[in-house]
């Protein structure tokens, strides 16, 4: 897939979102069919935790008419290939053409004893993937490293690094070359004080941050042990573009200038954890019209 594909496949601004899971259903059709309307080019999903993301990915879909609703991630250890090649096959044509596979390969941490070397895992799931007739270009990696990179260059359609900042964006790219996708993740705060920003955003970095390929990827970025281990504003600011429209626009533009094609922004509102939608919306509105 070339950077021309991706950019009108995926638009350049997506939302990933929790709460479009892990909310009422009735509010997350609603919320997906504004967002749809309200030209955000992809909605991702997270799916780490295994459960009925495929249904959920469903209902995404049929609450939507242009958006590509994709996962961020599939949890490849909670999802057989060959079950989610089956109901790849079994969605309609007008659906099917608009889902994205990104599968991730979790932690050791939340698999437990089943975890094994998650580069060979991975290759493997792919393998199997292309068994069942899953199409490459509708796949990409939750790629952090330079190997699960090399891998989603050479195997898959791009790479969706979650929790990375610019710096990343421009080594990634490097290691991605000019064809595949670079779509990477970035959180944000829409709240200009800096103490009340940080608060809400430091309790997120902080739980991942006890996440050994997180720590890692970060360490790759030149942050400390000291860093990591507090949970330093240097780190926090260096996640979450956090202030008013134009601020995140900032981050954002930093992004694409360092090799990025989209952008998928998760908005944290003041609760973060609680899977309230309705918090959401407003600043859902906002960027959209700042950024779209």
Request: charged share 20%; hydrophobic share 45%.
């Amino acid at each position: 897939m070339t950077n021309q594909v991706a950019a009108a496949r995926l638009g350049l601004i997506g939302i990933w979102s929790m709460e479009l899971r892990d909310g009422d259903p009735s509010e997350v059709v609603d919320a997906a069919a504004e967002l749809d309307e309200l030209g955000y080019g992809t909605l991702w999903i997270p799916g780490a935790m295994g459960g009925g993301l495929l249904s959920d990915t469903s209902r995404l879909l049929s609450a939507t008419s242009n958006a590509t609703i994709a996962t961020g991630i599939l949890n490849i250890w909670m999802h057989d290939a060959r079950e989610v090649a089956a109901w790849w096959r079994d969605l309609p044509e007008h659906h099917r053409s608009r889902f994205l596979l990104g599968l991730g390969v979790s932690h050791g941490a939340t698999i437990g004893d089943a975890y094994r070397k998650p580069l060979s895992a991975m290759t493997e799931y792919l393998e199997n993937l292309s068994g069942e007739g899953f199409p490459s270009e509708d796949i990409c990696l939750a790629a952090l490293g330079p190997k699960m990179l090399e891998l989603a260059r050479d195997r898959t359609a791009g790479a969706h690094p979650y929790l990375v900042t610019p710096e990343h964006t421009a080594t990634a790219r490097a290691v991605l070359g000019t064809g595949p996708f670079l779509a990477p993740e970035q959180g944000v705060v829409l709240e200009s004080d800096p103490q009340r920003a940080r608060d809400i955003a430091r309790p997120f970095v902080k739980g991942y941050g006890q996440l050994e390929n997180y720590a890692n990827s970060w360490r790759r970025l030149g942050f400390s042990e000291e860093d990591i281990a507090t949970t330093s504003d240097r780190l926090v600011d260096a996640l979450f573009a956090w202030g008013d429209e134009n601020r995140i626009a900032e981050r954002i533009n930093a992004h694409f200038a360092a090799g990025a094609d989209h952008v998928c922004l998760q908005v944290v509102g003041p609760r973060p954890g609680v899977a309230d939608i309705g918090a959401l919306r407003p600043a859902w509105r906002s960027l959209a019209k700042a950024l779209i």
